[in-house]
């Protein structure tokens, strides 16, 4: 069964910055476009950005352009968010997806920004 | 971006009920939208996607219909499991965006 495995959340100030990895279990993830999705506290699901497989193309919703960075290390089966400028509104739980439809979600890692 | 909408926002209904979830977009989404169940604490979980294909291991219970910009999502017979918060999702175009989600709390 494959497997999404996040890390890398916790508490950080205003201003500072986190790196996220996902870590996929059965080397599968090199062939599917990756996702991150992230969710604040009581609230709904936010698309945050996604990287093809070769990690040539990457997108991102508005709110975070030009301060997160999208990334893959396919011979690592590992996926990354780096985080910079992070603001209270970025605090959330973040999930790693596989695929354009999502289908594979890791159990997510919590992001606080908070002073 | 594309905003969806679900109705209703949330509802109460009994084991054996039939339940019908509602997401309409703002604009067309082709058949680009899938469905996913959230549970308290845990991450959410595909459901159907291209609007109508049910995901395998998801209930024959289940079921997905529309096209453009109206799209429902359908529970046959409600289990105790399927009590959770439900959220529709375009993929036709960036933003990728999502309903704000159904609760189904049972009644």
């Known amino acids: 069964e494959v497997q999404l495995v996040e890390s890398g959340g916790g508490l950080v100030q205003p201003g500072g910055s986190l790196r996220l990895s996902c870590v996929e279990s059965e080397f599968t993830s090199s062939t599917y476009w990756m996702n991150w999705v992230r969710q604040a506290p009581g609230k709904g699901l936010e698309w945050v950005a996604n990287i093809n497989q070769d990690g040539s193309e990457k997108t991102y919703v508005d709110s975070v352009k030009g301060r997160f960075t999208i990334s893959r290390d396919n011979a690592k089966n590992s996926l990354y968010l780096q985080m910079n400028s992070l603001r209270a509104e970025d605090t959330a739980v973040y999930y790693c997806?596989?695929?354009?439809?999502?289908?594979?979600w890791g159990q997510g890692t919590m992001v606080t920004v908070s002073s | 971006a594309i905003r969806m909408t679900q109705s209703p926002s949330s509802f109460s209904a009994s084991t054996g009920d039939r339940v019908t979830i509602t997401c309409r977009a703002s604009q067309t989404v082709g058949s680009f939208l899938s469905w996913f169940q959230q549970k308290p604490g845990k991450a959410p979980q595909l459901l159907i996607s291209t609007a109508s294909i049910l995901q395998s291991g998801a209930p024959s219970r289940f079921s997905g219909s529309g096209s453009g910009t109206e799209f429902t999502l359908t529970i046959s017979r409600l289990q105790s499991e399927d009590f959770a918060t439900y959220y529709c999702?375009?993929?036709?175009?960036?933003?990728?965006?999502f309903g704000q989600g159904t609760r189904l709390d049972i009644k």
């Open positions: 999702q375009q993929y036709y175009t960036y933003p990728i965006t």
């Open positions: 997806t596989r695929g354009s439809t999502f289908d594979i």
